[in-house]
């Protein structure tokens, strides 16, 4: 069993920063892949940033530039960290987990989620 706990969401200005952690307790393993989801009102789950377990990084055109995910497995911790912020960033971010080596954009493929945190970016 693998929990994650989410931090470091809240209110920011258009232009602003932010940084998501994400830490995992339970079961693990470094032979996964970790992502970051967002989920605004009324729209579906996207991927907005994804990690192998070899390293290699994913982002939609959306946030490329913007975001960086990251992790310490010192720490067990992933990280995004959201620069240049948008009103249209705003939405609840999940940290998630699967088995699986590579990252997927389909949310049903991630076996473990977090509770999430929400991100308000102002205008």
């Known amino acids: 069993q693998v929990q994650l706990v989410e931090s470091g969401g809240g209110l920011v200005q258009a232009g602003g920063s932010l940084r998501l952690s994400c830490h995992r307790s339970g079961r693990s393993s470094s032979y996964n892949s970790m992502a970051w989801f967002r989920q605004a009102t009324g729209q579906e789950r996207e991927l907005v940033a994804g990690i192998s377990s070899g390293g290699t990084t994913y982002y939609p055109e959306s946030v490329k530039g913007r975001f960086t995910i990251s992790r310490d497995s010192a720490k067990n911790t992933l990280y995004l960290q959201m620069n240049s912020l948008k009103p249209e960033d705003t939405a609840v971010y999940y940290c998630?987990?699967?088995?699986?080596?590579?990252?997927?954009?389909?949310?049903?493929?991630?076996?473990?989620w977090g509770q999430g945190t929400q991100v308000t970016v102002s205008s």
């Open positions: 998630a987990a699967r088995w699986a080596t590579i990252v997927s954009i389909i949310p049903t493929e991630y076996e473990y």
